[in-house]
């Protein structure tokens, strides 16, 4: 009993803040999961749940909803999201495997310019599922138990990752702007963790690529007209750092290239975009976390360019029955 209390505090903290970063990542609406956040590829213990609460505040030339990112040269676009959603952690074949699904809300208003036609609106509602699955194939072993969670470095580990978005979302073919994208999409990606320096809490770093690209159905009904979008190539990376046991944080940075968008054979301009991030994250308790972050674009001078700012704040609850258990018997 006395090695269990002992085990109780350090195990808990692991677990929930693994679990929380994950979920901040995994569980967010399409324009956030088209960005990695940071420490989004760190595993937890197999049988960990996390439920997000998520809000956003976004502004540029693109509808945030979409991560195709298509550009509308001269438009003003704002937008908030709020999102909640659900993701397992669970062994795959001795691997680290998390599946999870996700629902974002919110407005969208603004003033642009589709095929000669000018719009000015502001739509609410509903948009369109994400349903995501990540196994890890080169690094640690699935954690199984308390002491594997406890040994657990990334050192140099690689996933495979699959998204899907489901087109079930709110769509009204007369508005240029729409929470719901009427078409299928998703992407392919490889994170990529590489451990610099100790496994020691207070002094974890880690350098975090994704390389992934994402592919879109046609939407047959844009504004009357058909949309076609090419694959869109993103390389996400991160520089994280842990402040204090309870404190972390990471620069960001995201690059887009492709994506060019064809409505109605009026082909528009390919992306070849950068933006920059910082993001912070504290453990409130072994249960909670927040994360504040912003990135913003930063070649954008050009109205064919992609101009976009985003702000995100995240509140994850993280639990597992195990670790609930032990804290049950220290409690008694």
Known sequence: MKNDKNLMKPVAWLLVMVA????IGALCPPQALAQMPARFYWKSLSGANAVPFIFESLSGNTNPFDPAHNVLADAEIDATMALAGYAKFFPLFDRAAMAAV????GRISGDVTVAGRAFSQSVNGFGDPMLEFVVNV???PAQMNIPDALRYAPGFSVDLLADLALPIGEYDSDQALNIGQ???YGRLGLPIILQ???WVPSRRTTLELLPSVWFFGDNDDFVGQTMETDPKFQL???LTRDLTENLWGSLDGV???GGKATIDGVSGEKLNNLALGLTLGYQINDNLSLTVGYKSSINDDDPDDLRMDNFMVTFVYGWHKMVQGMRRLKSE
Request: hydrophobic fraction near 50%; glycine fraction near 8%.
């Open 20 to 23: 929380t970063v994950l979920a």
């Open 102 to 105: 996700l629902l974002p809300m």
């Open 138 to 140: 080169i690094g640690p």
């Open 182 to 184: 009427n078409r299928w």
């Open 196 to 198: 610099l320096g100790p």
């Open 236 to 238: 996400d990376v991160h």
């Open 255 to 257: 690059w887009y290239y």
